[in-house]
T-cell receptor, first 114, second 113 residues
Framework: GAGVSQSPSNKVTEKGKDVELRCDPI?????LYWYRQSLGQGLEFLIY????????KSGLPSDRFSAERTGGSVSTLTIQRTQQEDSAVYLC????????????FGSGTRLTVV | QKEVEQDPGPLSVPEGAIVSLNCTYS??????FMWYRQYSRKGPELLMY????GNKEDGRFTAQVDKSSKYISLFIRDSQPSDSATYLC?????????????FGQGTRLTINP
């Protein structure tokens, strides 16, 4: 596609429920990144993929968070047993190759846990 | 101490003013220095980037990097209301064998007509 597509754009969920956030990167981009942006905070790195592989999962806040990428394309970020502190905007970015510049961000998924 | 420090503002200036946005960083391994602009309810978009030290100009925007001081700046000349957004600095490089991209907190800028 022309840009990075994220869905849903908004998600309201009850505390304790699981949610899945989807990212569709730019076609041909091998690297994919997930960030979290809380109100008044910068972008917090969560995880990146090179192809389907995620070499560094240390940025995930807890074991309730997991992510996968299939076919070198679409990625899903799953949050289990959501908590109120998970409320944030979850941003996905992709780039042709790992590192350097040229990250293209999606518009994000605004998650609200009530 | 955060790896990248950026004053969150908010910063409010009149139209036509020169705006100066700054970030400091602590990791000398960073090689690429970027500025992203983020409009409300949108993802960040790359505005400018610089590799290593020096200046780069693009229209009304100038990015400066001083690696000796670990200090980067973005200048906006003849600021316009459409420049109102959050500006995030970011820097990347190989850190302990892994590619790392780190963002500042972002500065919320408002240009008043």
């Amino acid at each position: 596609g022309a840009g990075v597509s994220q869905s849903p754009s908004n998600k309201v969920t009850e505390k304790g429920k699981d949610v899945e956030l989807r990212c569709d990167p730019i076609s041909g981009h091998t690297a994919l990144y997930w960030y979290r942006q809380s109100l008044g905070q910068g972008l917090e790195f969560l995880i990146y993929f090179q192809g389907n592989s995620a070499p560094d999962k240390s940025g995930l806040p807890s074991d309730r968070f997991s992510a996968e990428r299939t076919g070198g394309s679409v990625s899903t970020l799953t949050i289990q047993r959501t908590q109120q502190e998970d409320s944030a905007v979850y941003l996905c970015a992709s780039s042709l190759a790992l590192g350097g510049v040229g990250y293209t961000f999606g518009s994000g998924t605004r998650l609200t846990v009530v | 101490q955060k790896e990248v420090e950026q004053d969150p503002g908010p910063l409010s200036v009149p139209e036509g003013a020169i705006v100066s946005l700054n970030c400091t960083y602590s990791n000398s391994a960073f090689q690429y220095f970027m500025w992203y602009r983020q409009y409300s309810r949108k993802g960040p978009e790359l505005l400018m980037y610089t590799y290593s030290s020096g200046n780069k100009e693009d229209g009304r925007f100038t990015a400066q990097v001083d690696k000796s001081s670990k200090y980067i700046s973005l200048f906006i000349r003849d600021s316009q209301p459409s420049d109102s957004a959050t500006y995030l600095c970011a820097m990347s490089g190989m850190v302990q064998g892994a590619q790392k991209l780190v963002f500042g907190q972002g500065t919320r800028l408002t240009i008043n007509p």
